[in-house]
T-cell receptor, first 110, second 119 residues
Framework: SQQGEEDPQALSIQEGENATMNCSYK?????LQWYRQNSGRGLVHLIL?????REKHSGRLRVTLDTSKKSSSLLITASRAADTASYFC??????????FGRGTSLIVHP | DAGVIQSPRHEVTEMGQEVTLRCKPI?????LFWYRQTMMRGLELLIY????????DSGMPEDRFSAKMPNASFSTLKIQPSEPRDSAVYFC?????????????????FGEGSRLTVL
């Protein structure tokens, strides 16, 4: 399975701190995506990184991809209480159909 | 655009009853996905369509589950008969390679989900 696995399962930090979440996967991929899910809502796409890319930025988000280690990380800098949510990585292989991990639950305390 | 629209948002039913979940994808999107989310199993892909044709239904758990996409703007997921273990949040998502700026499916746009409780 190409399903990514996020680590840690849960993360609790103070507002202003950085939050780092990791995703590991087992087979080769074409792209990896990160999504956010607020409680009781649908998933919202954050960022997509292709297999030939190593790093991407979007606002306070920084995503890295290491295909040799089959891992990715999502860094949220200067976190805010509004960043409290679950974060999922989704890997896509030859079919380009995303397969989701189980997510990291992030709590940012004001 | 209003985004992906799902109905109902909440459904409570009794075991054995038929359940129909509905989805309206974003106009112009030619891929539609049905996912199921539970605490135990996370987010599972049930089935996906391309241009209204089911491409992969290997994630559909049992014959009790069926999905249709009669046209580009509507899809249903039906469970008949429903069982307590079907209780979950069911998500519909759509996308288009054009929306992703490339030849792959890329970014998925999710609806708000249908929370199903089977008693």
């Amino acid at each position: 399975s190409q399903q990514g696995e996020e680590d840690p399962q849960a993360l609790s930090i103070q507002e202003g701190e950085n939050a780092t979440m990791n995703c590991s996967y087992k087979t080769s991929i074409n792209n990896l995506q990160w999504y956010r899910q607020n409680s009781g809502r649908g998933l919202v796409h954050l960022i997509l990184i292709r297999s030939n890319e190593r790093e991407k930025h979007s606002g306070r988000l920084r995503v890295t991809l290491d295909t040799s280690k089959k891992s990715s990380s999502l860094l949220i800098t200067a976190s805010r209480a509004a960043d409290t949510a679950s974060y999922f990585c989704a890997t896509a292989g030859g079919s380009y159909i995303p397969t989701f991990g189980r997510g990291t639950s992030l709590i940012v305390h004001p | 655009d209003a985004g992906v629209i799902q109905s109902p948002r909440h459904e409570v039913t009794e075991m054995g009853q038929e359940v129909t979940l509905r989805c309206k994808p974003i106009s112009g999107h030619d891929y539609l996905f049905w996912y199921r989310q539970t605490m135990m199993r996370g987010l599972e892909l049930l089935i996906y369509f391309n241009n209204n044709v089911p491409i992969d239904d290997s994630g559909m758990p049992e014959d009790r589950f069926s999905a249709k996409m009669p046209n580009a703007s509507f899809s249903t997921l039906k469970i008949q008969p429903s069982e307590p273990r079907d209780s979950a949040v069911y998500f519909c998502a759509s996308t288009s390679p054009r929306a992703s700026g490339g030849s792959n499916t890329g970014e998925l746009f999710f609806g708000e989900g249908s929370r199903l409780t089977v008693l």
